[in-house]
């Protein structure tokens, strides 16, 4: 099983990626082959729209450091996406990820119910940290889900450790480092 983990955090001792890093060590623990990359410590640009995706190549056109975070994300069987909340929504390298994953779907997609380019079956695993309680900003795993599942992710997991804002705090809420 692969499992490639996307980072969203720019600090290394952030709460979402304290989280990921205990879900990725124990699936490497139990056999799977674990890559993660750190959104914030790679370069690439967001979507340009350019539609190269769509009229010249079935993948991104862009070449950058994203383009193999792109094909490990197509190839993987579980993608596990650690953010924390940064006004409101997903931190901003996780929000060019997912507007340059436009590539996952054909030129069809408007029309057809199968345009994902990805293999159906793939896992997510939704990792979200905010300061707010768990209350607060309710409306952005389902809005990612959305997209995700479009593309063939039919089963996600969301694991939310609200109420954590310094750095390093989840680790005192085992509940959240349980899941």
């Known amino acids: 099983m692969n499992v490639t983990c996307l980072l969203g955090s720019p600090r290394p001792q952030g709460n979402s990626t304290l989280v990921a890093r205990r879900f990725t060590d124990k699936a ?3 056999g799977a082959a674990v890559t993660t990359w750190s959104l914030n410590q790679i370069k690439f640009k967001g979507c340009q729209a350019c539609m190269g995706c769509k009229t010249r190549k079935d993948v991104c056109v862009l070449e950058d450091d994203l383009t193999p975070v792109l094909t490990a994300v197509r190839e993987t069987d579980v993608l596990v ?11 901003s390298p996780v929000k060019a990820f997912i507007d340059r994953t436009y590539s996952f779907v054909g030129p069809d997609y408007l029309t057809n119910p199968n345009a994902s380019r990805l293999a159906k079956g793939k896992k997510l695993v939704f990792i979200q940290s905010q300061e707010g309680g768990p209350n607060a900003f309710q409306d952005i795993f389902p809005k990612y889900n959305l997209f995700l599942n479009f593309f063939g992710f039919a089963e ?14 989840v680790a005192d809420h085992p509940d959240v480092m349980a899941q």
């Open 28 to 30: 490497a623990e139990l």
């Open 156 to 169: 996600s997991r969301y694991i939310l450790a609200a109420g954590v804002g310094p750095a390093g705090a």
């Open 81 to 91: 996406l650690a953010t924390p909340v940064y006004f409101a929504d997903v931190a």
